[in-house]
């Protein structure tokens, strides 16, 4: 049955069947076409919009993707465990591995296990058992679909609570893809419930512990599930290994995924253009740097090289001053001279120290002496007066 499409302002959510797990190998396995029901609305109350049968590349697109396992491949257990709320999430694992192996013909190493996250009864956990293979299988499938995050749910603990139903489920066998079994469902309090393979041709024995009363009824299947909404019992089997990446948190994003890409993309072309602006400036610099070292080439011939063109040309320009019998105004007599006129005023005992050293003088002042008001006359007088900090000043006739 299907629906004309409409516009949906509401949460829409995909229920899928998935088959019963083939006694086949694995390579075997098939999930085939899939029965789905999508509805609107959300698990309150939820409207039916269409259902039928597809591939996994085809089911149809909504917020969420509901899976429910059959209930004769989920077994579940439930025992009073005080001390798994102590234990951390990495130990849980194996620890529900320790605890179940005695209950389990299946090996421990071979299952999957999903804890209930409430209990039902104060210091007891309800668990469900699944076949890991069978698992690990039907995951796969999705996640290569690129349905990332969806839930498994149990199909006992969907049913109303005490009620004894059966249905008619494909086997995931691709070798025999009509092949259909029946399976009889339980479900009584809370978590609590069972499901086997049963044949409809045997009479019904009444041998299970059941309450008094109870009679296998044909259950509505998939659309009742979806109808019927979430019973509060039922929990996610997606857990430990099989969880949802980062909690879905990248599916719950999905809304703003073409946002998010085209900012990705513009935050790329932006570092882009700031490596090709850089590599430009880069070549310009290289370029300048050829173009003095030519000129003091061709200037210079004599200068050594390796050392860098304004250096070379600052040094020729005072070699030719003194020459001509100047002064450079970095040597120690003019300097001196400079800071003599500086201090003229100023008490006698105010110089401790003076050093000579890269065509600067080092001053050293007593402490507690200020010379801003000396940087602002050398400053008047075309010479640069810098404080390197605890009384040390630098002096020297031009910006170093």
């Given at each position: ?108 190493d071979q299952c999957h296990f ?196 304004a250096v070379v040309l600052k ?20 300097l001196a001279a400079r800071l ?61």
């Open positions: 049955m299907i629906w004309e499409d409409e516009e949906i302002s509401e949460p829409m959510t995909c229920w899928v069947a998935l088959p019963l797990k083939p006694s086949a190998e694995p390579d075997r396995w098939s999930l085939g076409s899939l029965p789905f029901v999508l509805t609107a609305g959300g698990t309150v109350s939820p409207r039916l919009l269409r259902e039928g049968t597809a591939p996994l590349a085809e089911l149809p697109a909504a917020e969420r993707l509901v899976l429910v396992m059959p209930s004769a491949d989920v077994l579940i257990l439930a025992a009073a465990w005080p001390h798994l709320d102590s234990l951390p999430a990495s130990r849980l694992r194996e620890a529900l591995a320790n605890l179940l192996e005695e209950s389990l013909i299946q090996p421990v999903a804890l209930s996250p409430h209990p039902a009864v104060p210091q007891e956990r309800t668990v469900a058992v699944v076949d890991r293979a069978w698992m690990r299988f039907v995951h796969d499938a999705f996640s290569r679909a690129g349905l990332t995050h969806h839930e498994i749910l149990p199909a006992q603990l969907l049913q109303p609570e005490g009620t004894l139903l059966t249905f008619d489920a494909p086997v995931g066998q691709a070798d025999a893809p009509g092949l259909r079994q029946t399976v009889l469902s339980w479900h009584g309090k809370g978590s609590s419930g069972w499901g086997l393979r049963w044949d409809p041709s045997e009479a019904w024995s009444g041998q299970l512990v059941l309450p008094e009363g109870v009679q296998p009824q044909a259950g509505g299947g998939l659309r009742a599930w979806a109808l019927g909404g979430l019973v509060s019992g039922a929990f996610n089997l997606r857990q430990f290994e099989f969880a949802a990446p980062l909690a879905g948190l990248w599916e719950r994003f999905r809304p703003w995924r073409p946002a998010l890409l085209l900012l990705a993309a513009a935050l790329l072309l932006q570092v882009l253009f700031l490596n090709l602006y850089w590599m430009k400036l880069a070549w310009q610099k290289h370029s300048l740097e050829q173009g003095m070292r030519t000129l003091v080439r061709d200037t210079l011939p004599e200068a050594p090289p390796g050392i860098a063109p040094r020729a320009l005072e070699n030719l001053r003194v020459a001509q019998g100047g002064t450079s105004p970095g040597e120690f007599p003019v003599a006129a500086l201090l003229a005023n100023e008490p006698a005992d105010t110089l401790q120290q003076l050093d000579y050293r890269d065509d600067s003088l080092l001053v050293h002042f007593k402490p507690g002496y200020g010379a801003d008001a000396l940087a602002k006359r050398a400053g008047a007088q075309g010479l640069v007066f810098q404080n390197q900090g605890r009384g040390l000043w630098r002096l020297s006739g031009s910006g170093r």
